[in-house]
């Protein structure tokens, strides 16, 4: 797996790459693209078996994973895992939180259904992005900031740039994680070192597990909100996990050293497209 030569300003090879979310969709893309490129990745997931499926398929390939189980939400778990993966690896270079995710029950189809949404199922979705955001950032950051150099990457969303109907909790939360990425970029920087650096990527409109119904019917056919995604989208499809490959090795490698503090979309100019 490690047979792609690196460019010295893309360059991630041997740098020890934590990942949160490691058994999803989208942080999986971003560990095989780092595992190809000669990074060690330690994938954390709530499910010990979907990171360690990853894990394997990885060094199948010839690249370096550790699969550990790891609640984004819970400081001890954290504090568990980094101990593993200093064990296992001797350092952390860099934190990729992409841990995150919607439930049905925090969704309001109408306005009226807001009014009624269960307290528990909000709470859960901000718990788990925007915690599972921070605390994350608190552990493994810590040691990125011993050594005075890394960098953190968040995963924001089209919902904190727009405000998305339906998706109330998970929107405002994503919303906050921009603001924390601006917030702790300035802080690491001024208060430790320069050379600490905290970016995020907002994804456009990806197909999950998470999504896929409110997108697609049972047919692969787009439901009417799909439609309306694609037709505001300018390139015209949904994205694929690889098209975040580039711009999150960017931000990790040498080339975004000047670079800390942004918000990168990556949605096909949904972003830049007002409808008209």
Known sequence: MNNLTPDPLFDVSNQVIVITGGGGVLPGALARGFAARGAQVALLNRTLSKAETLANEIRVSGGNALALEGDVTERVSLERAGEKILNAFGKIDHLVNGAGGQRPGAIALTADKFFDLPESDLRAVIDLNLMGTILP????????????????????????????????????????????????????????SPSLRVNAIAPGFFLGDQNRALLVNDAGELTPRGQTIIAHTPMGRFGEPNDLLATALWLLSPGASFVTGVVIPVDGGFSAFSGV
Do not use: C, E
């Not at 960098?151 to 924001?156: D, E, F, G, T, V």
């Not at 601006?182 to 690491?188: N, T």
């Open 137 to 192: 950032s608190q552990v493994f950051g810590k040691h990125l900031a011993q050594q005075t150099r890394g960098s953190i990457l968040n995963i924001s969303s089209m919902a904190a740039m727009r405000p998305l109907t339906r998706v109330v909790g998970y929107a405002a939360a994503k919303a906050a994680i921009d603001n924390f990425t601006q917030w702790l970029a300035v802080m690491l920087a001024r208060d430790i």
